[in-house]
């Protein structure tokens, strides 16, 4: 995934939210292209086939990494999971719009999921709301959610469950960030992952007390674990 000749004129004063498009088929990364650099506030900045290469630490990171959950044969929810762990922006982009799917996706780190025919218009939003850590829902998503029948219990990983308990411990999210040796943007998407993991349960928890209480409740967290 090289740099894109295309995108030549962007610079950190143009204040444009940079995108990395992983695809295998040519085609279908020029019309994502078309898509996005019709928007001002979006720039292409990458494009290619290899996952890896968006893990690569030589290189300005893109604000949001649109991944093609189907490359060279093979779902890449393993390549996805290991960006999001990394701290990485993920929207995934599919044909496999089966409920299951979409929620594994989800699991498995990504801030949304946007099915290939919902067109420019979703393509773009997502994108948009994905930069700035805001939720946004095209069709396909909110019918995998809505359809959700697993338990109203969420499922936290091992670090999503370690940066809630420091952070509840009174802990500001910079701290966290430094005991957990990742970046606060990452403690942030734990944090956010487990409200969106109860708003998608139907249990929304929309401040610190609520998504402590929530936690508590489900045995996530123990109450004696807070003082520690």
């Not at 993920?90 to 089966?98: F, G, L």
């Not at 067109?119 to 994108?127: A, D, F």
Request: net charge neutral; aromatic share 4%.
């Amino acid at each position: 995934m090289g740099a894109d000749p295309l995108a030549g004129g962007v610079t950190p004063e143009q204040s444009r939210i940079t995108v990395a498009i992983i695809d295998d088929h040519p085609v279908v990364i020029e019309g994502i292209r078309s898509w996005l650099t019709s928007e001002p506030r979006l720039a292409v900045v990458s494009t290619g086939e290899d996952p890896d290469i968006a893990l690569a630490a030589d290189r300005p990171p893109a604000d949001v990494i649109l991944l093609d959950l189907r490359l060279r044969g093979r779902m890449a929810i393993d390549k996805l999971a290991e960006l999001s762990s990394a701290g990485r922006r993920v929207v995934v982009y599919s044909e496999h719009t089966d409920a299951d799917t979409i929620l594994a996706v989800l699991d498995a780190g990504a801030v949304a999921f946007l099915a290939k025919q919902e067109g420019r218009e979703h393509c773009v939003q997502t994108v948009l709301a994905a930069a700035s850590d805001r939720p946004y829902v095209p069709p396909a998503l909110a019918g995998a959610i809505v359809g959700d029948r697993r338990s109203g219990r969420p499922v936290l990983s091992e670090k999503e469950r370690e940066a809630l308990l420091l952070w509840f411990q009174s802990m500001s999210k910079a701290s966290v960030a430094r005991r957990m040796n990742i970046s606060e943007h990452t403690v942030k998407q734990y944090v956010d992952r487990a409200r969106i993991k109860y708003a998608r349960a139907g249990r929304p928890a929309a401040t610190k007390a609520a998504l402590l209480a929530r936690a508590i409740e489900d045995g996530l967290i123990r109450a004696d674990e807070i003082g520690s």
